[in-house]
C-alpha cells in the first residue's frame, strides 16, 4: 500500500520523506489554508521534495472553469494530480484531464456508485472520506470495501486512496481490504512506528549493554 502524507506542511513532508517510505502528498483548501501558505508557492516546493503525486485541488465548481485552473496548477511540475470533486462538472474535468496524460484524484467520494462513476470517467485515483463517513454514523470500511469490490469485478485500474483517517486502526482495516495508497496526517503516520513493547525492548537492551562495558 502506498503512503501518502495528508498536510501542507513542509517540515512534516521533509521529515517522512526522508523515511523513504512517502510516495505522495494530498492536499486540500483547507490545508493549505492552514499552512497559511502561497498555494502555488507550497505546492511547488512539496513537488520538490516527494517524487510521486502531489494533489492540488481546484476550486471552481464548473467545467470549464476547473480546466482553467487545472492549466495553471499542472504548469506547476510533472508530478502534480488534479484534484476534483465528485461532481458531473468536477468528472467531465476528470475526463478531459486524464485523457489527456494528467494524473487526477476524485475527491469527496461518499458512495460505492460515486467511486463507480469516478472509475469510468478514468479516475487515477477516487478518494473515500472513511473519517467523515464514520463521523456521520456509517463505517466507512464498509465503503472502501466494496469499491474494492466493484473495481476488481471490472478491472477498474483507478487507485483507491483512502482518505480523512484519523488513526492506525483506519490504515490496518485500509491494507487489509486491499486499498492502493491511504493519505494521513503526518501525526498518524508517525503513529505507526510506536509500539510500547519496542521502546521498553530498546530500554531493555541498552541497560544490558552497558553492563557488557563494551561499544561498537
Ligand atoms: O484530504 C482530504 C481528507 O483526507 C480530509 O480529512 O480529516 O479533514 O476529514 P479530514
Known amino acids: 500500500m502506498k503512503f501518502f502524507a495528508d498536510t501542507a506542511e513542509i517540515d512534516d513532508i521533509k521529515e517522512l520523506a526522508a523515511t523513504g517510505l512517502l510516495d505522495g502528498v494530498t492536499t486540500n483548501p483547507s490545508l493549505i489554508a492552514k499552512s497559511g501558505r502561497d498555494f502555488m508557492e507550497v505546492t511547488k516546493e512539496i513537488c520538490g521534495i516527494v517524487d510521486g503525486p502531489v494533489s492540488a485541488e481546484v476550486?471552481?465548481?464548473?467545467?470549464?472553469?476547473?480546466?482553467?485552473?487545472?492549466?495553471?496548477?499542472?504548469?506547476?511540475?510533472?508530478?502534480?494530480?488534479?484534484?476534483?470533486?465528485?461532481?458531473?462538472?468536477?468528472?467531465?474535468?476528470?475526463?478531459?484531464?486524464?485523457?489527456?496524460?494528467?494524473?487526477?484524484?476524485?475527491?469527496?467520494?461518499?458512495?460505492?456508485?460515486?467511486?463507480?462513476?469516478?472509475?469510468?470517467?478514468?479516475a487515477t485515483f477516487v478518494s473515500p472520506f472513511v473519517g467523515r463517513h464514520d463521523d456521520n454514523g456509517f463505517d466507512g470500511m464498509d465503503l472502501i470495501s466494496d469499491i474494492r469490490l466493484i473495481y476488481d469485478n471490472y478491472a477498474f485500474e483507478t487507485e483507491i486512496l483512502v482518505a480523512s483517517i484519523r488513526h492506525g486502526?483506519?490504515?490496518?482495516?485500509?491494507?487489509?481490504?486491499?486499498?492502493?495508497?491511504?493519505?494521513?496526517?503526518?501525526?498518524?503516520?508517525?503513529?505507526?512506528?510506536?509500539?510500547?513493547?519496542?521502546?521498553?525492548?530498546?530500554?531493555?537492551?541498552?541497560a544490558d549493554w552497558a553492563k557488557t562495558g563494551q561499544s561498537i
Open 169 to 206: 486502526v483506519h490504515v490496518l482495516q485500509a491494507a487489509k481490504i486491499g486499498a492502493d495508497v491511504m493519505t494521513a496526517p503526518p501525526a498518524v503516520i508517525k503513529g505507526l512506528f510506536k509500539h510500547v513493547l519496542t521502546e521498553k525492548g530498546i530500554e531493555g537492551f541498552l
Open 59 to 122: 476550486v471552481a465548481l464548473d467545467h470549464a472553469g476547473m480546466m482553467r485552473e487545472a492549466e495553471v496548477l499542472r504548469k506547476i511540475a510533472d508530478n502534480v494530480c488534479i484534484k476534483v470533486p465528485l461532481t458531473i462538472e468536477g468528472l467531465k474535468t476528470c475526463k478531459a484531464l486524464t485523457a489527456d496524460g494528467t494524473m487526477v484524484n476524485v475527491t469527496l467520494c461518499f458512495s460505492a456508485n460515486q467511486a463507480l462513476l469516478a472509475a469510468k470517467a478514468g
